[in-house]
């Protein structure tokens, strides 16, 4: 396994959580990395949310992300994470990490691996 992640679960609205994507030295250093997530009854699409260069010097957020998510990676012990803050239940959704060797603001086609997914699902 290239990507990891962890930290999905149920929690209620208005909660925070912290996604966590364990990656391989070779998948992760010198790559930039995006999360996106998919929502149930959303087909197959995967939505960006955020992303961060390799270095972590810039990141890039979907309008949607802007305020409540924070994406940082820490390159020393090849993690990257996504932390949610005041949860809705439309954030309901299986959250992917993703690296890539461009920098993505949006596309998915841009990235070269996948991780399989954590569900974080919120409800009262």
């Known amino acids: 396994v290239q990507l990891a992640e962890s930290g999905g679960g149920l929690v209620q609205p208005g909660d925070s959580l912290r996604l966590s994507c364990v990656a391989s030295?070779?998948?992760?250093?010198?790559?930039?990395m995006a999360w996106f997530r998919q929502s149930p009854g959303k087909g197959e699409e995967r939505e960006f949310v955020?992303?961060?260069?390799?270095?972590?010097?810039?990141?890039f957020y979907v309008d949607f992300a802007k305020g409540r998510f924070t994406i940082s990676r820490d390159n020393a012990k090849n993690m990257g994470y996504l932390q949610i803050d005041r949860l809705e239940p439309e954030d309901t959704a299986v959250y992917y990490c993703?690296?890539?060797?461009?920098?993505?603001?949006?596309?998915?086609?841009?990235?070269?691996?996948w991780g399989r997914g954590t569900l974080v699902t919120v409800s009262s």
């Open positions: 030295e070779r998948v992760f250093s010198g790559y930039a």
């Open positions: 993703a690296t890539g060797r461009f920098f993505s603001t949006g596309r998915r086609d841009l990235m070269d691996y």
């Open positions: 955020a992303s961060i260069t390799e270095t972590g010097g810039d990141t």
